[in-house]
């Protein structure tokens, strides 16, 4: 018979393991971003918590107390193996297993404040384990994309944990358990857990298998011209076909003339080229080059050029070789490096605005904490100045995360169909009260009756970020008492909704009208207006653009020094589909 003590330091163990399991499986996650990992890490944490109230329970003996919040655990435990199930071959997770999951946690927690007996917590989180373990089976068996065997065989080891937990519930409820039957559950989770590991190994290997398949028939059917060059006579004895596609010549072509290749690149390439067919010059038995070559309509291409030196009794007699076109992955690796560039010149333009308020908050914290100011109102006025450097850093963080998600497709749009009038409407009314009371003239103008009985597809609330944005500039950048004009459209012909915002401010240089959609752009300003400039990220317009885009959209600025700025933005209309 195994003593408490000793049972308690075995269920220290396995929680131990069971929680290192789930570090791996968010590690896992981290790299993979595959969401039935997440799921299963969590389902061991939630194992290890249930272990740990379980030691507990053994130590102070207030079975209890404890319990019905170990059952919340188990019954966690099991939810999360079984959405883990679903996300494996990317089905939904239907939410009614989360409420029903959430129904019964405050159940067991009003029971056990209350102290209803053990059957009242026990019975309805046994019966939700049966159901949700019944699901684990018919999901596994219905959805998995393994072979028969390797269903049955993760269908086994599911029925056996998710009927045995409860089992083990009734048995907790009727007093029946013993140290054993919970020795058997430790025992039993960790055939579970490598059970679950070798689930996650399979579905790896299996998209794999898929991606090699890939890659092989993506290489067998590549471009790719394959040559035989005998260096006596020196000339080319075997040509591909596929060299037609290449470069635009026939295999006759090639082999006409032993110095037919000085017709495929550029002249200063001549040595280059003359290298890949000269014995001597082979250092080692293989070659590669890139090299610049002509098709024969004259257009230019990059290709990779990998030959062999062929021996035969330690002398040199052929060489064999491949031409690869590469022009795309060229174009690719230019961009990369383009891209490369752009992210240091961003990287430099963010480390520029962090460093000035950055620099300004220290300053005036150093000479806070030093007792610098003379008096309260300087210390006031020093307060304010880190306050509005925190909110602009604040600021700057949330709009780089914001276009961070809009540049990548990550950010969720919840698009849907809203009257044009309507949608005017709602801008105006949400903008008005604001821009009155700063001292402005607000003029609303448009033709309100082609507004009428037409559409658009929009999220509305990325709408009113983006109207926002040109309305606060457009405040920003005109004095007091200059009238802000709002001007909604239809065009049919054209199916679009047309909405601007104009104001008789500033304006932009022509010069630096096309710079105003780029990261950290900011506009000169006359010095009344150098406060509110500096308060700016930057990022707005750019942000504004990402969005209009996603609706398939356009904006564009009008803009004349000293006579203000007309911002435009173009949305398509939706045109019913009979």
């Given at each position: 018979m195994i003593n408490m003590n000793t049972l308690s330091i075995i269920f220290l163990a396995f929680g131990g393991?069971?929680?290192?399991?789930?570090?791996?499986?968010?590690?896992?996650?981290?790299?993979?971003?595959?969401?039935?990992?997440?799921?299963?890490?969590?389902?061991?944490?939630?194992?290890?918590?249930?272990?740990?109230?379980?030691?507990?329970?053994?130590?102070?003996?207030?079975?209890?107390?404890?319990?019905?919040?170990?059952?919340?655990?188990?019954?966690?435990?099991?939810?999360?193996?079984?959405?883990?199930?679903?996300?494996?071959?990317?089905?939904?997770v239907p939410g009614y297993w989360v409420r029903f999951s959430l129904y019964l946690a405050i159940w067991t927690i009003f029971v056990a404040i209350y102290q209803f007996d053990l059957l009242s917590v026990f019975t309805p989180i046994a019966l939700f384990?049966?159901?949700?373990?019944?699901?684990?089976?018919?999901?596994?068996?219905?959805?998995?994309?393994?072979?028969?065997?390797?269903?049955?065989?993760?269908?086994?080891?599911?029925?056996?944990?998710?009927?045995?937990?409860?089992?083990?519930?009734?048995?907790?409820?009727?007093?029946?358990?013993?140290?054993?039957?919970?020795?058997?559950?430790?025992m039993f989770s960790n055939v579970l857990?490598?059970?679950?590991?070798?689930?996650?190994?399979q579905s790896a290997q299996s998209k794999l298998g898929i991606t090699e398949k890939r890659f092989r028939l993506l290489a067998e059917n590549s471009a790719v011209m394959m040559f035989l060059y005998d260096l006596e006579p020196g000339r080319f004895s075997y040509v591909t076909p596929s060299v037609e596609q290449v470069l635009g010549y026939f295999p006759n072509e090639l082999k006409s003339s032993s110095n037919f290749y000085y017709n495929l690149v550029n002249p200063e390439d001549y040595e280059r080229m003359?290298?890949?067919?000269?014995?001597?010059?082979?250092?080692?038995?293989?070659?590669?080059?890139?090299?610049?070559?002509?098709?024969?309509?004259?257009?230019?291409?990059?290709?990779?050029?990998?030959?062999?030196?062929?021996?035969?009794?330690?002398?040199?007699?052929?060489?064999?070789?491949?031409?690869?076109?590469?022009?795309?992955m060229k174009m690719s690796s230019d961009m990369l490096m383009a891209s490369k560039k752009s992210r240091d010149i961003l990287l430099s333009s963010i480390s520029h605005e962090l460093k000035t308020p950055i620099t300004a908050v220290i300053g005036h914290i150093s000479a806070l904490r030093d007792d610098k100011f003379d008096s309260e109102g300087e210390r006031r006025h020093a307060i304010d100045t880190v306050y509005n450097k925190t909110l602009k850093l604040e600021r700057l963080i949330y709009d780089l995360f914001l276009l961070s998600k809009l540049e990548t497709n990550q950010l969720s749009f919840d698009f849907m169909v809203i009257d044009c009038s309507e949608l005017a409407q709602d801008l105006i009314d949400n903008h008005s009260i604001d821009v009155t009371s700063l001292n402005r003239q607000l003029r609303i103008k448009g033709d309100r009756r082609s507004l009428e009985n037409t559409r658009v597809v929009v999220d509305e609330v990325r709408i009113d970020q983006v109207f926002t944005n040109i309305l606060s500039n457009a405040v920003k950048y005109s004095r007091d008492n200059e009238p802000i004009t709002i001007d909604f459209t239809v065009n049919l012909k054209k199916q679009k909704l047309f909405f601007s915002i104009s104001d008789k401010g500033v304006g932009i240089p022509k010069e630096e009208q096309g710079q105003i959609f780029d990261r950290f752009y900011k506009m000169n300003a006359d010095d009344e207006r150098e406060l509110q400039r500096d308060f700016s990220t930057g990022l707005?317009?750019?942000?504004?653009?990402?969005?209009?885009?996603?609706?398939?959209?356009?904006?564009?600025?009008?803009?004349?020094?000293?006579?203000?700025?007309?911002?435009?933005?173009e949305?398509?209309?939706?045109?019913d589909q009979y």
């Open positions: 393991m069971s929680i290192a399991m789930a570090f791996v499986y968010f590690y896992i996650f981290a790299k993979t971003q595959e969401r039935f990992i997440q799921y299963w890490g969590l389902c061991w944490v939630c194992y290890s918590f249930s272990l740990l109230l379980l030691i507990i329970n053994n130590y102070f003996g207030e079975e209890y107390a404890i319990f019905p919040f170990r059952k919340i655990f188990d019954m966690f435990n099991l939810l999360f193996l079984l959405m883990g199930a679903y996300s494996l071959p990317n089905w939904r384990q049966l159901g949700v373990t019944t699901t684990l089976c018919y999901v596994t068996l219905k959805h998995w994309r393994f072979s028969t065997l390797e269903k049955i065989a993760a269908l086994v080891i599911f029925a056996m944990w998710g009927y045995g937990k409860t089992i083990i519930s009734f048995m907790e409820a009727m007093d029946m358990i013993s140290p054993q039957l919970y020795l058997a559950e430790v857990n490598f059970m679950v590991f070798i689930i996650y190994l003359d290298a890949f067919f000269d014995a001597e010059s082979y250092e080692e038995k293989t070659k590669k080059d890139i090299l610049k070559f002509y098709h024969k309509n004259g257009c230019q291409l990059w290709c990779e050029v990998s030959t062999t030196l062929i021996m035969d009794h330690n002398r040199p007699i052929a060489v064999e070789g491949v031409i690869r076109d590469i022009t795309e707005g317009l750019t942000i504004c653009k990402e969005i209009v885009d996603a609706h398939g959209g356009e904006i564009y600025v009008k803009s004349a020094v000293g006579r203000g700025s007309t911002f435009t933005v949305l398509p209309l939706y045109m």
